[in-house]
């Protein structure tokens, strides 16, 4: 795996190394070692997918409050997103920026959203599928979120959200 922090404090790119032959390829793309050397958080307690029928579909900006603090490891695995991810600790440098990558099927990159962080995305093909590897269980009373369109972050998405739950198109302005 190839690793490169982005401009947001922690949070990483995450590119597959592929050793190709005649048959296509192989990639890891999990090693608890390869995180622990590149300083990231190893802890596996969870792995989901989520599945979006249509184009459009918004999913964020979510999080887990302390204790249920969570590491995300995300990966498009059909169709194509657009991921972010929101810096919300108050003592980072980076607090209150965001940065967004592609992931798609065919790129195969991921991106690592540490702790402290709100991670939404959208969908830019039908039939897409979001393959997440979670640090912490998930906590119900713990799940967190602020809105995808607040005017604190300024998120400059790349189409119109068309789909989302009642929860997330209503979450309060950030202060």
Not at 27 to 46: G, I, K, P, V, Y
Not at 80 to 103: G, H, K, N
Not at 107 to 112: A, E, G, Q, S, T
Request: with cysteine; glycine share 6%; aromatic share 14%.
């Amino acid at each position: 795996m190839i690793f490169r922090e982005t401009n947001l404090a922690g949070v990483f790119d995450i590119h597959l190394d592929p050793k190709c032959d005649e048959r296509g390829f192989f990639a890891r793309t999990w090693c608890q070692q390869e995180f622990e050397s590149n300083h990231l958080a190893s802890r596996l307690a969870q792995c989901s997918v989520s599945f979006n029928s249509r184009k459009g579909t918004l999913r964020g900006m979510h999080y887990q409050a302390d204790p249920y603090a969570e590491t995300k490891l995300v990966r498009c695995t059909r169709g194509a997103i657009y991921d972010v991810a929101l810096d919300l600790r108050r003592d980072s440098p980076t607090f209150r920026q965001w940065v967004a990558r592609e992931l798609n099927a065919a790129n195969r990159h991921m991106l690592y959203i540490p702790e402290g962080c709100a991670h939404g995305f959208l969908t830019l093909e039908h039939d897409t599928e979001v393959f997440y590897q979670i640090s912490e269980f998930f906590e119900p009373g713990s799940a967190r979120g602020v809105r995808w369109n607040d005017p604190a972050f300024g998120i400059a998405w790349p189409g119109e959200a068309a789909i989302m739950s009642e929860r997330d198109r209503t979450y309060p302005d950030f202060n």
